[in-house]
């Protein structure tokens, strides 16, 4: 079980698939419910009911026999008990925001005067280790561009100071890098984009530094005799970054040495780190970078630091796949969504159909509490994957799918700079090409059917923070209900080459704007208020 956050208690059991939910009742010393027909994991069935607020103590009834803490029995023996302790809230303005991520050397050049050495022309290909100038007077220069799209929010990867392209390997984490621009550069951003109602989200990269960070720079100079020598996993001294690097790196790249959170003093630094660009700068919060290899009690301390500079700072983690240890309301607000990234191209890729389809997604949501479920980043691509338009052909029709998936879905859109104009790009470095100088370049109408998605979202509730209700599956076609109380959506899906019809797709599609009369025709979708 799991308390809402207006206080109310969500309970789920799970069945065998061929017992019916209203079998079965949940009992607590104040009402009687039927359970509702809940999701499946394909194993096992999991009904479920809402309790009101307040409540301690339930059974599961079935007849004559009571499921508690202790058993079947005939009769109730003890209860099973609502956890106590801080309700999980997840900020509010997530769910009702649209993220657009921007790699920062890519995005637009505003100031040459800040470009690195070597810098390459605008739009050459790009390689692990080139530059091309892109930097955050060219980023506010655009802001309008992404107000009219709708865009609610920006996820930046790296902006601190760091040697690469990518700024993964910080070297300073409390100066703006250079070649991005300076400290004031950073705040007129900030400003600009509150004045457009745009929030900004920082990537946080914790589990390793660089290795011109101070703390690693002195390591190097003074062995064991540094401060720093606990700040890190050395094996022997002096220490060593060639041929092999003797202390632990992430993956082994001796230009990432792996930080010892585990350490007090490091500990306390990162968390000062953390607060500080939030309090100083009123950054929206942080988009933390392979943290599934740092200890789970770093970001429980994280989030109470955070949570206490600001409590509608949003904490979100690169978790690619079960997210469900970090999202139990003590750690993170939500993840990147890669697994329903992957369900959506299978879909679309003909490696699976809609029955599939709606069994992954339940299976993703399945381990986490509802809170969570908004929080959670729907993508499509990042800087560490394939293009979506390259992955699907540039098939207008397989992406107009992939985008009313990664809009209707529990969770909230994140799109890759790029991606609202087809930019294509393989695999790192090639999906992070520049994007273009042209405002007008691209596919307009991409841009177009992106933004009445948009749209639709704030227009349609349901969409934002219903429930998610799955309803119809045959071939390659799928039909899901987002809901809340007098409120219903109705999406459908056909990813085939015939068209099915669909029980109760009928009324106008909010997407073309036609009427429809159950018949949902080949690689379309459709959007239906009920």
């Known amino acids: 079980c799991n308390v809402l956050a207006d206080g109310r208690v969500r309970v789920r059991l799970r069945t065998p698939l061929q017992v019916q939910a209203d079998e079965w009742e949940v009992v607590t010393p104040s009402e009687r419910l039927r359970l509702e027909p809940g999701w499946s994991d394909g194993t096992f069935l999991y009904p479920q009911a809402r309790l009101r607020p307040g409540t301690r103590t339930y059974w599961f009834r079935q007849k004559e026999t009571w499921l508690g803490a202790s058993g079947l029995a005939r009769f ?65 220069g655009r802001l309008d561009e992404l107000q009219e799209l709708g865009i609610g929010a920006i996820y930046l990867n790296p902006v601190f100071r760091a040697p690469s392209n990518h700024k993964y390997d910080t070297a300073d984490y409390l100066q703006i890098d250079p070649a991005f621009g300076t400290e004031q550069d950073f705040r007129n951003l900030l400003d600009e984009c509150r004045r457009r109602g745009i929030r900004v989200l920082l990537d946080g990269v914790f589990n390793h530094s660089g290795t011109e960070f101070f703390a690693f720079q002195d390591l190097l100079a003074r062995g064991q005799e540094s401060p720093y020598r606990s700040w890190y996993f050395v094996h022997e001294f002096p220490v060593r970054m060639e041929p092999k690097p003797n202390y632990e790196a992430w993956w082994g790249f001796a230009h990432l040495p792996k930080l010892n959170t585990g350490e007090p003093a490091v500990r306390e630094y990162l968390l000062k780190v953390a607060t500080w660009w939030i309090q100083e700068f009123g950054v929206a919060g942080w988009r933390l970078d392979v943290p599934n290899e740092v200890p789970h009690s770093f970001w429980k301390d994280f989030r109470v630091a955070v949570k206490e500079a600001d409590p509608q700072a949003y904490i979100t983690g690169e978790i690619w796949s079960d997210a469900s240890p970090w999202l139990q309301g003590d750690q993170f607000d939500g993840v990147m969504n890669y697994p329903a990234r992957t369900a959506i191209i299978d879909l679309l890729s003909g490696n699976s159909g ?58 909230t859109p994140m799109i890759y700079y790029g991606d609202e104009i087809g930019m294509e790009g393989g695999k790192d470095p090639d999906c992070r090409r520049c994007y273009p100088v042209d405002p007008q370049a691209g596919d307009r109408e991409q841009r177009r059917r992106l933004a009445h998605l948009i749209g639709l979202r704030r227009k349609l509730e349901p969409l934002v923070c219903g429930d998610f209700h799955p309803l119809y599956a045959e071939g390659d076609a799928l039909a899901f209900e987002r809901r809340l109380p007098g409120q219903r959506v109705l999406v459908a899906v056909n990813a085939g080459s015939e068209p099915v019809r669909i029980h109760g797709l009928e009324g106008q599609d909010l997407l073309s704007g036609r009427p429809l009369s159950g018949i949902l025709p080949a690689w379309s979708a459709a959007v239906l208020e009920r």
């Open 76 to 140: 109730p023996g003890k209860p099973f008990v609502v956890p106590k302790g801080p309700v999980f809230q997840t900020p509010e303005w997530v769910p009702r925001s649209v993220f657009y991520q921007i790699f920062p050397e890519r995005f637009a050049n505003g100031d040459p005067s800040g470009d690195p050495p070597g810098t390459r022309p605008w739009g050459d290909p790009p390689e692990y280790f080139n530059f091309f100038g892109g930097d955050l007077v060219g980023l506010t």
């Open 354 to 411: 809609g029955s599939a389809f709606l069994l992954a997604i339940q299976k993703n949501l399945l381990p986490y509490p509802e809170q969570a479920h908004q929080g959670l980043l729907n993508l499509l691509g990042s800087h560490d994957t394939p293009r979506i338009a390259t992955l699907l052909q540039k098939d207008q029709s397989r992406l107009a799918l992939a985008e009313v998936l990664q809009f209707t879905l529990p969770g």
